[in-house]
């Protein structure tokens, strides 16, 4: 059943053409995810699919009620980012809209949320378009993706991760494209050529031929020049006919050399001895050790306010029972860009802290997606998700071993978070960061420190281990547990047997409610 649709939409912020859709219909029960890169327009396609804005050019027609969940701010300074979105959905879905228009709406939530909200949409009966750079998100919940790329949306059948792989195949697919049109431009080219030089000895007199002959075989020579030429226009005429197709940017490797970076790999860098995480009267987490080694890529997680932050701010710090070994040079990232100087380039300010030649330092910037002539733009006239991407280029080329990142992929859309996330596993260095970025994590990480319940806990292993790991340890205790009162229980019913008592019989019950007891 059709829900919603939109013909013939043209959005324009100023002069410049956003948005040209030809068609786009949502019909009942759609998983929609919306994906595109920061300023493609996905927001206002949105609030013009939900009868907030206007389009320029074009109709949307509705036949059902639309809901559209705005991305929120935090400005409550009482409740959390997760409890402020939790009655924020609530309420959109108490409205019961046909169509659920939301504009990332896992901001602020920490990992239980997002997977309360996933719960939530997932089990709700109706069609919702989605914007989020959460890929897990999207793979969860989505069956359909729409891309906002250059102004047009094309739709992909499947999840997430579907996506991406169709994207790889139209990858591929564009590079044989390439390799063919080449081989068929060289061709032509080279048969072009010969053509053309042909035509050039075609009048040229024989040295061992007299003049008399020479002019008797004129008109000969004089037809077969303008057959070459003829045939070599015709080359020509195809060359020039050839669809043309460009070659896809190459992503460079990246290979850097980092201080004492042989020296702390593998050995203990960081200690921390018998930390506590108090603020005021309230405790973050109980006393805990742990160590980190040189090369780790260790995520820190936990629920919002667990005191993963408090925990990197320590580190920094060097806080007591916080101990570093002198061969660490650390760099930090943190949300307020502070790094940044907002009247230089992009180039200037990743370069001001660097050691590294001036090819590197744009390979790494074209990763991110600033090419070429980008590097020049003052940093002041960046959008937050740009700035974001040149402050972690800034600290990725640093003269540094060990990067502290507090939520890295805040602002940036899926394709930055991607391109970090290929440096950072690139990155010789050690890697600890915070993050609520489920694929960010398993991507990177190599081992997971988790706050939870006021308590530490590091795990020794991937993201992916981390989730399906059931604790051994209890289990095998009440197994060892339950076979010793076996073995009693044997043992005392052997006894009963040969010389009962009243004592054995007692003490033989007593076995037995121990083992339906512990069988509970």
Same mark, same amino acid.
């Given at each position: 059943m059709l829900l919603l649709e939109a013909n013939h939409l043209e959005l324009y912020i100023k002069d410049r053409l956003l948005v040209n859709i030809e068609k786009l219909q949502i019909h009942k029960n759609d998983r929609i995810g919306l994906v595109?890169?920061?300023?493609?327009?996905?927001?206002?396609?949105?609030? +013009?699919?939900?009868?907030?804005?206007?389009?320029?050019?074009?109709?949307?027609?509705?036949?059902?009620?639309?809901?559209?969940?705005?991305?929120?701010?935090?400005?409550?300074?009482?409740?959390?980012?997760?409890?402020?979105?939790?009655?924020?959905?609530?309420?959109?879905?108490?409205?019961? *809209?046909?169509?659920?228009?939301?504009?990332?709406?896992?901001?602020?939530?920490?990992?239980?949320?997002?997977?309360?909200?996933?719960?939530?949409?997932?089990?709700?009966?109706?069609? &919702?378009?989605?914007?989020?750079?959460?890929?897990?998100?999207?793979?969860?919940?989505?069956?359909?993706?729409?891309? +906002?790329?250059?102004?047009?949306?094309?739709?992909?059948?499947?999840?997430?991760?579907?996506?991406?792989?169709?994207?790889?195949?139209?990858?591929? /697919?564009?590079?044989?494209?390439?390799?063919?049109?080449?081989k068929k431009k060289k061709q032509l080219e080279e048969a072009l050529l010969l053509k053309e030089k042909k035509a050039a000895r075609a009048t040229k007199t024989p040295k061992k031929v007299s003049s008399i002959e020479a002019s008797k075989t004129k008109p000969y020579?004089?037809?077969?020049?303008?057959?070459?030429?003829?045939?070599?226009?015709?080359?020509?005429? @195809?060359?020039?006919?050839?669809?043309?197709?460009?070659? $896809?940017?190459?992503?460079?490797?990246?290979?850097?050399?980092? *201080?004492?970076?042989?020296?702390?790999?593998?050995?203990?860098?960081?200690?921390?001895?018998?930390?506590?995480?108090?603020?005021?009267?309230?405790?973050?987490?109980?006393?805990?050790?742990f160590n980190i080694r040189g090369g780790d890529k260790l995520a820190i997680i936990g629920p919002n306010g667990s005191g993963k932050t408090t925990l990197i701010k320590k580190i920094m710090d060097q806080e007591e029972g916080i101990f570093i070994s002198p061969s660490m040079k650390i760099g930090y990232f943190s949300q307020n860009i502070d790094i940044l100087n907002t009247e230089r380039t992009i180039l200037e300010n990743v370069s001001s802290t660097s050691k590294q030649k001036e090819t590197f330092i744009r390979t790494v910037l074209a990763r991110l997606h600033f090419f070429r002539e980008d590097v020049y733009k003052l940093v002041g006239v960046l959008s937050g998700g740009e700035r974001v991407k040149v402050a972690l280029a800034k600290l990725f080329v640093s003269d540094l071993n060990t990067l502290i990142l507090d939520e890295p992929t805040n602002f940036l859309d899926i394709e930055a978070v991607e391109a970090l996330e290929s440096l950072l596993q690139a990155y010789p260095g050690t890697l600890i960061f915070v993050s609520h970025d489920r694929r960010f994590i398993k991507n990177i990480s190599t081992r997971?420190?988790?706050?939870?319940?006021?308590?530490?806990?590091? &795990?020794?292993?991937?993201?992916?281990?981390?989730?399906?790991? +059931? *604790? /051994?340890?209890?289990?095998?205790?009440?197994?060892?547990?339950?076979?010793?009162?076996?073995?009693?229980?044997?043992? +005392?019913?052997? @006894? $009963?047997?040969?010389?009962?008592?009243?004592?054995?019989? @007692?003490?033989?019950?007593?076995?037995?409610?121990?083992? @339906?007891?512990?069988?509970?």
């Open positions: 595109g890169r920061n300023g493609s327009g996905k927001t206002t396609l949105l609030e +013009v699919l939900a009868g907030k804005k206007s389009p320029d050019i074009g109709s949307v027609i509705a036949y059902c009620t639309c809901e559209l969940l705005t991305q929120l701010k935090k400005t409550d300074t009482v409740k959390s980012g997760g409890e402020v979105t939790q009655e924020y959905i609530n309420e959109a879905f108490a409205n019961n *809209p046909g169509i659920l228009l939301a504009d990332e709406p896992t901001t602020h939530l920490d990992t239980e949320h997002i997977e309360w909200l996933e719960k939530k949409l997932a089990n709700w009966q109706g069609a &919702f378009v989605l914007v989020s750079h959460d890929r897990a998100f999207l793979d969860a919940l989505c069956t359909t993706i729409w891309e +906002v790329n250059e102004g047009q949306v094309k739709e992909y059948k499947g999840n997430y991760s579907e996506y991406a792989e169709q994207k790889e195949l139209e990858h591929r /697919q564009h590079e044989l494209a390439y390799e063919k049109y080449e020579f004089a037809q077969k020049q303008k057959k070459l030429q003829k045939t070599a226009k015709a080359i020509e005429t @195809r060359l020039e006919k050839l669809e043309k197709v460009d070659k $896809l940017k190459e992503t460079p490797a990246i290979q850097m050399n980092l *201080p004492n970076e042989e020296t702390i790999r593998g050995k203990i860098i960081l200690r921390a001895e018998d930390v506590q995480g108090v603020i005021g009267n309230r405790t973050l987490w109980n006393t805990a050790s997971i420190l988790e706050i939870k319940n006021a308590e530490i806990h590091l &795990f020794e292993g991937k993201y992916d281990e981390y989730k399906h790991y +059931v *604790p /051994q340890e209890k289990r095998n205790v009440q197994e060892d547990e339950m076979l010793i009162l076996e073995t009693k229980i044997t043992e +005392v019913l052997s @006894r $009963l047997s040969i010389e009962p008592s009243e004592e054995l019989e @007692r003490e033989f019950q007593k076995l037995l409610a121990e083992k @339906r007891k512990s069988g509970k």
